[in-house]
């Protein structure tokens, strides 16, 4: 498979032609059902945006809105909710035994890990890299859970909430899976499904029964990513969408291991995208990655900044990560080589494209006061 590589000094841009025809297994389709169950559940928005679709030159644009997810800020809950039922489940642990839940977190999967451990009577201990912002960190504390907050990055955190529950009666709730430990990052992935159902049905109401062109989702360990392709290249037959990653420039660890043909970690920097902030691909989402996305992009934090306005503009309300996905769409469709990668996505004046927003604004509550 050949790739296309951006030139030094040019838009970190990756493209892997040939993603569209790999293949894998579907998610559990009991998924959906489970979270249906939650008091909570109603599918969140997927919200037409034209002024977008003139601007990129395409059909229709989408915005799969997650500022409102079972009752917090962001799509991590989906998630965590399924993982902790099928932990638990598989624990067989009776309701008088509570256990504690730990997780690192870079804000939303923390709070979501501990909301869902709050509602069924357990504990939850959050460990916090440095820069999260402090009111991401309250928001944790809120749901009653204890937390530690790390002087060092993500990946330091995920290594001392590993440590921390190898405790009696603690169990790791990780969004990111290394070698030894995937079981639960696998759940926590198939947690996601049930928003690419959602898409399909609401494409569908809106006449777009064979579903997307295009998806752009924001990034981090690659886990929502892991899902979205899982989704989109279990399909037997049908329009099979180009799936396009957006990353932090200060965090780009997905771009850089495709780039390699091999997972790396990476140092990372301070980014307002402050849940992308991720330094190493989960090792379950590697080879999802590596075979099932088309394109990998990688923005600087006032590109989201500016999409996040835009957004606003328009009536859809997003966080630094969840108005990457715009910003990388724009920085991929325009500029320098726009035409050439417009190509290797397979976009025209008619294709259809869905941006995943995938939090609010309270999920990371940056602002152009704290840089």
């Known amino acids: 498979m050949t790739e296309n590589v951006s030139s030094p000094g040019l838009m970190p ?14 998610a559990p389709a009991e998924v ?82 501990a909301r869902t451990a709050r509602l069924l009577g357990h504990h939850a201990h959050a460990f916090v890299p440095h820069g999260v ?31 921390a529950a190898a405790a009696p009666a603690a169990v790791l709730v990780q969004d990111t899976a290394w070698p030894g430990y995937e079981q639960i990052p696998g759940w926590i992935v198939e ?5 690419c159902v959602e898409i399909d049905e609401q494409l569908t109401a809106e006449g777009i029964v064979a579903g997307p062109d295009l998806v752009a989702v924001p990034v981090g360990v690659g886990s929502l990513a892991q899902a979205v392709i899982t989704h989109y290249r279990s399909r037997p037959s049908g329009r099979a969408p180009a799936l396009l990653s957006v990353e932090p420039a ?8 495709l780039t390699h043909g091999a997972p790396v970690s990476v140092t990372t920097g301070d980014t307002t995208m402050a849940g992308l902030n991720c330094g190493t691909p989960s090792s379950i989402a590697w080879p999802y990655l590596h075979s099932g996305l088309d394109a990998a992009v990688a923005i600087p934090d006032p590109d989201s ?24 769409l724009r920085a991929v469709l325009t500029g320098v080589g726009a035409g050439e990668r417009r190509t290797a996505l397979g976009l025209d ?4 494209v869905v941006l995943l927003s995938t939090e609010g604004p309270a999920a990371n509550p940056h602002s152009t006061l704290d840089h």
Do not use: M
């Open 305 to 328: 900044a500016r999409a996040a306005v835009d957004l606003a503009a328009v009536g859809v309300y997003a966080g630094p990560c969840g108005a990457a996905a715009l910003a990388g």
């Open 250 to 257: 200060a965090a780009a660890c997905v771009l850089e291991s």
């Open 349 to 352: 004046s008619a294709s259809v």
């Open 32 to 113: 959906r059902s489970f979270h249906t169950t939650l008091p909570d559940y109603s599918p969140t928005p997927l919200t037409e945006l034209p002024p977008l679709a003139a601007e990129l030159g395409v059909g229709r644009v989408f915005v799969k809105d997650e500022s409102c997810r079972l009752g917090l800020p962001a799509f991590k809950a989906l998630g965590s909710s399924w993982a902790v039922h099928r932990a638990l489940s598989a624990r067989a642990v009776r309701g008088d035994e509570p256990v504690t839940l730990v997780t690192a977190t870079d804000g939303n999967h923390g709070r979501a890990v």
């Open 191 to 195: 947690g996601y499904s049930t928003l």
């Open 13 to 26: 841009w990756l493209a892997r032609p040939g993603a569209r025809a790999w293949r894998c297994t579907p």
């Open 133 to 163: 912002h402090p009111q991401a960190v309250a928001a944790i504390v809120a749901e009653q859970a204890e937390v530690t907050e790390v002087a060092g990055p993500y990946d330091e955190a995920v290594r001392l909430a590993a440590e």
